[in-house]
């Protein structure tokens, strides 16, 4: 219970992140490397926007102090980053449904066996 009491929130997003990088490198499936991507994008855009948390900052709309603003940049940064996110992943989930549909497979060894006849 110690070693939790040093950790921080963005030590979970990095977690997360090596948490995808494994997965992406060690499933033998296809639709878990997808998945596993996933993770991964999602770890990196949860520790940008935690790099820029400030407490107590509000939105910058009218009426909040220009000095109790948070700073709309990353916020805006990551939104962009979620819409790149998530078509890739659309884009491997359908690349994925043409090679299996073709070569009948979700292995990545058997699909590469089959790639090199």
């Given at each position: 219970m110690a070693l939790l009491e040093y950790?921080?929130?963005?030590?979970?997003?990095?977690?997360?992140?090596?948490?995808g990088l494994y997965g992406a490198m060690t499933q033998r499936n296809i639709i878990k490397t997808i998945m596993?991507?996933?993770i991964m994008d999602l770890a990196a855009v949860v520790f940008f926007m935690l790099a820029n948390y400030q407490d107590g900052a509000?939105?910058?709309i009218s009426g909040t102090p220009v000095d109790r603003m948070a700073d709309p940049v990353p916020q805006a940064l990551m939104i962009t980053a979620i819409v790149i996110g998530v078509s890739v992943i659309a884009m491997c989930l359908a690349?994925?449904?043409?090679?299996a549909y073709r070569?009948?497979?979700?292995?990545?060894n058997i699909l590469i066996r089959r790639l090199e006849k």
């Open positions: 950790l921080d929130i963005s030590d979970l997003a990095v977690g997360l992140f090596f948490i596993s991507v996933g509000g939105p910058p690349t994925f449904m043409r090679v070569y009948g497979t979700a292995d990545w």
